[in-house]
T-cell receptor
């Protein structure tokens, strides 16, 4: 069973509207959670990275939230644009003891495919 | 430009053949990761190298192998290729103690 579950699998929204993507995880011990945007055929690009103590982090029109108690995260896209059409991937990192660095094993969600229509 | 360079961008080869994909990490990054992404699938972790040493292994087939050289660039070797190996292969790099994790633009491998 995947330790990172994303929902919905896909969604279609009208340009200018808002949307929220969900990520639930069971990864433990938790180190950090990242949201990536992946355009078709391109490499994923980091949007936000949050550690245990961070509840919210914004990057322009993208706002990520994290509830480490319930092991849930969301990515909110405000005033969507056509260029937001992409796959959004939630990635959770497990920590190696107190060494919370990139050696921690990453668990990838399957992604949410967002299509923004005019 | 993410700073992670992958070559070639596209590769078409026949079944049974062997190919080598190359990745140059961002300047200063010691870790290199390889991922496979099949059509409409999520990223599948293959293998990680840190400063020339294998650090972690994922779902990497025995037909696949990788190495990281002293100059920190990495190569992924795929042999006895099958149709099902057609996919995007991504490389990512990171620095120790840094949460950042940067992906290259990928190599699209088509096996015919």
């Amino acid at each position: 069973k995947n330790q990172v579950e994303q929902s919905p699998q896909s969604l279609i929204i009208l340009e200018g509207k808002n949307c929220t993507l969900q990520c639930n995880y069971t990864v433990s011990p938790f180190s950090n959670l990242r949201w990536y945007k992946q355009d078709t055929g391109r490499g994923p690009v980091s949007l936000t990275i949050m550690t245990f103590s961070e509840n919210t982090k914004s990057n322009g029109r993208y706002t990520a939230t994290l509830d480490a108690d319930t092991k849930q995260s969301s990515l909110h896209i405000t005033a969507s644009q056509l260029s937001d059409s992409a796959s959004y991937i939630c990635v959770v990192s497990a920590s190696k003891g107190e060494t919370t660095d990139s050696w921690g094993k990453l668990q990838f969600g399957a992604g949410t495919q967002v299509v923004v229509t005019p | 430009d993410s700073g992670v360079t992958q070559t070639p961008k596209h590769l078409i080869t026949a079944t049974g053949q062997r190919v080598t994909l190359r990745c140059s990490p961002r300047s200063g990054d010691l870790s290199v990761y390889w991922y496979q992404q099949s059509l409409d699938q999520g990223l599948q972790f293959l293998i990680q190298y840190y400063n020339g040493e294998e650090r972690a292994k994922g779902n990497i087939l025995e037909r696949f192998s990788a190495q990281q050289f002293p100059d920190l660039h990495s190569e992924l070797n795929l042999s006895s290729l099958e149709l099902g190996d057609s996919a995007l292969y991504f490389c990512a790099s990171s620095a120790q103690g840094h949460y950042g994790y940067t992906f290259g633009s990928g190599t699209r491998l088509t096996v015919v």
